[in-house]
């Protein structure tokens, strides 16, 4: 390829001298001087350099979340109107309040219907006891017991239709004070108060209420853009739209840009064949309500899943797998939740000065522009068993009872106080909520017994139709098949579709179970973790360069104990808790290893004193091996440590050549001082040869690419640096140590 441009540009040059050439004839400059026009102006324009839209523009208009009509559901005048027109309530909110004196005095008589049905049943249980006991002593027939027995049933029966009646009184009196059935603003008053409403036949609406946080915005999207959508969008389920996993933005006619952030929840069965179009529907928080209903929008819609998009602009990622509703850091199943696992591409293929840290580094500060979600790009374990990812794991015990919400402020509070501390964290975080939207099923009982409805009837069909339920296994193709009941997605999604949950009662007739039940929304914990058998949340935290994981667990510690309420107490857990538990071992194996290294040349040597003066200069290398380290910014790890124990040994090498030639010496009648002199003298070009040999030998290893490049740039980090501090710098202390550990035999000596 150079060889060719390099013709390339030979042929070009011998043009231009050929032109020259021919323009400096006389002829032929005359002609081209008459025949020459202006030169033409050249306009030349810097590239712009900016990214391409990837998202679709709509135009819609807002709309309520939810529009109820409150009706009266009984007859009456009205008598007080609770609330002013335009007001925001919530939902359970006294609204108005319909004559009660007649209902009052309904739900009095069936009580006295009830007390009559009582003594009723009391009095035929007293007969059928007595004539049951006559009966035995031949004082009565059969014939008089059977027919107390059928009084007492029918009083029973009776006593049920009487208590019956009465929680039908209590409902029907409790219809007089109209509440809002759900939360919003109201607008004004339909009917005035003294008016009759509720006639038999004519139900009377009161007021209306919208809901209008979050607010609906509806769009129409051709077929053209809608394919454009579906291609884009070809990693998304199917039901991403309904899920929430389409982003969207909006922005009104007098606002600039798209400043409210939602997504996409409702899109047409299909395309309406007279025009061609779907309709959409997007929703949007609106916590201050000041959009209104009935509003223009401009609506914008990403064609591509941010994620997505950000993952396939990231140099070095060759491609990912994403898994939808788990969650790897929770080790469960969660509805919002996604697990993405990220493939590298191949080393010859990544940027020069790719690092996983880097990488890391590079997608948390991408994936920030994502307001959305939030997102914890992590490395996984190390060790794979021991913890979910890479850095420290603690848990948070709420060992007092304070609950989710308190458990979640003391988590918050530790995790900014870690935050906060300057360059220690790279990353911290928790996967525990006690916010998370739930709905709360409360069941009435005592209604859903007055109606034969069991409760485990009930909990059975919100199970199956929200859950699912085992039914058996059937066999085909040589295979075993789980057959799972479970409502269709269709007709499980609002609230409302769980109100209209039929449940079957004893008499095989089909009760609502909005009838049984209150359904409201509240906030609680998605998962409940326990650990030691406390209510527990989990903080991850990935430490700097600057802290070793052993003073990042130990200012944790600190902050831990400062921070916490009393009743919380936190928990190491996977590799936190086996560094923690054999962490200061290593200082043990360290010791032991120049122990073992004395013991040995003490044996060799048959003196106490010769191997001191090999074992004093193995501190030595220490001095290039933090300083390497330093240099490098790299951590104590296993492979550091394991450099260590490797330089005990090479350290002593160099130290024993020359202890043992003085000895030699020494035994040959030369005096120690000069025996360590002239040692030094004989074995030093030996020495440095084969360190030098030994130092080149591993500068491949500083300088590794590749798979496994950590392990082998931190080993040889600390041979390298161990190796120059011990051949240049230990060497001249040998000689020295020799005669300070010799000088009392030579003083006895001496005459």
Request: some cysteine; proline content about 6%; aromatic content about 8%.
């Amino acid at each position: 390829m150079i060889a060719s441009s390099a013709r390339r540009c030979c042929a070009f040059l011998h043009l231009l001298a050929v032109a020259a050439a021919v323009a400096s004839m006389p002829g032929c400059r005359d002609a081209q001087d008459a025949a020459a026009p202006p030169p033409p102006a050249v306009t030349v324009a810097k590239p712009v350099t900016e990214s391409v839209a990837n998202y679709l523009d709509f135009t819609g208009n807002t709309a309520a979340t939810q529009k109820v009509t409150v009706v009266a559901r009984v007859e009456g005048y009205l008598e007080k109107i609770h609330f002013t027109d335009g007001q925001q309530v919530k939902k359970g909110d006294l609204l108005f309040t319909i004559q009660q004196a007649q209902y009052q005095a309904q739900l009095k008589k069936a009580q006295a219907q009830v007390a009559v049905e009582k003594a009723a049943l009391w009095h035929a249980t007293t007969e059928l006891r007595r004539y049951t006991d006559l009966v035995r002593q031949d004082a009565a027939t059969q014939t008089q017991v059977d027919h107390w027995r059928t009084e007492k049933e029918q009083a029973r029966a009776r006593l049920l239709a009487a208590q019956a009646q009465v929680e039908i009184a209590q409902l029907t009196l409790g219809y007089t004070l109209v509440r809002a059935p759900i939360a919003g603003r109201i607008g004004r008053h339909l009917v005035d108060t003294g008016n009759l409403v509720g006639g038999i036949g004519q139900p009377t609406s009161l007021a209306e209420i919208e809901q209008i946080d979050p607010i609906h915005v509806y769009f129409t999207i051709d077929q053209r853009e809608l394919l454009r959508l579906i291609e884009r969008q070809k990693t998304l389920p199917r039901d991403a739209i309904s899920s929430g996993l389409v982003p969207a933005t909006f922005g009104l006619l007098t606002e600039e840009g798209h400043p409210h952030q939602g997504h996409l929840d409702f899109a047409a069965i299909g395309i309406a064949p007279t025009t061609g179009t779907l309709q959409v529907r997007g929703v949007f928080a609106n916590r201050d309500q000041r959009i209104l209903p009935g509003l223009f929008a401009r609506l914008r819609v990403s064609a591509l899943e941010p994620k997505d998009a950000l993952l396939g602009k990231t140099a070095g990622v060759r491609g990912w797998v994403t898994i939808g509703g788990y969650s790897a850091l929770d080790s469960a199943k969660l509805a919002n939740a996604v697990t993405t696992f990220v493939i590298y591409d191949d080393w010859d293929r990544r940027p020069p000065g790719f690092s996983q840290l880097q990488l890391i580094g590079e997608l948390q500060q991408k994936f920030k522009s994502i307001p959305q979600a939030s997102f914890a790009v992590l490395p996984p374990s190390p060790i794979p068993g021991l913890g979910v990812a890479f850095g420290f794991q603690m848990m948070i015990e709420d060992r007092a009872g304070l609950g989710a919400r308190g458990l979640q402020a003391a988590t918050n509070e530790l995790l900014r106080r870690a935050s906060d501390e300057p360059g220690f964290l790279r990353l911290a975080f928790t996967t525990f909520s006690a916010d998370s939207p739930q709905l709360l099923l409360d069941l009435d009982r005592n209604l859903a017994r007055a109606l034969g409805v069991p409760v485990d009837e009930v909990f059975r069909t919100v199970q199956t139709h929200l859950g699912s339920s085992y039914v058996n296994l059937f066999n085909q193709f040589n295979q075993s098949f789980q057959v799972r009941v479970q409502a269709d997605g269709e007709y499980r999604r609002s609230v409302e579709d769980i109100r209209n949950l039929a449940v079957a009662n004893r008499s095989g007739q089909m009760v609502p179970l909005g009838v049984l039940a209150d359904l409201r929304p509240m906030l609680g914990p998605e998962l409940i973790y326990r650990f030691n058998l406390y209510p527990a949340a989990a903080l991850i935290g990935i430490p700097t360069p600057k802290y070793s994981s052993g003073e990042a667990l130990g200012r944790m510690h600190d902050l831990a104990s400062a921070t916490l309420p009393p009743g919380m107490a936190y928990e190491w857990t996977g590799l936190a808790y086996q560094e923690k538990l054999i962490g200061n071992q290593s200082y043990l194996l360290f010791a032991l290893s120049i122990v073992l290294v004395f013991l040995v040349l003490a044996a060799q040597y048959e003196s106490w004193t010769d191997p001191l003066a090999v074992v004093l200069t193995v501190p030595m290398a220490l001095v290039g091996i933090v300083i390497a380290l330093l240099l490098r910014r790299f951590p104590i790890d296993i492979y550091t440590q394991i450099g260590l124990v490797l330089m005990t040994a090479l350290a002593a090498k160099n130290a024993i050549l020359i202890v043992e030639f003085a000895r030699l010496l020494t035994a040959a009648g030369m005096a120690p001082t000069e025996a360590a002199i002239e040692a030094t003298r004989r074995r030093f070009r030996p020495i440095v040869m084969t360190s030098l040999a030994f130092i080149l030998g591993v500068v491949p290893l500083l300088t590794a690419t590749g798979a496994g490049a950590a392990s082998q740039q931190a080993l040889g980090t600390v041979v390298f640096g161990g190796m120059l501090a011990s051949t240049f710098l230990a060497i001249p202390f040998v000689a020295v140590f020799y005669v300070l550990l010799h000088r009392p035999a030579a003083s006895g000596s001496t005459p």
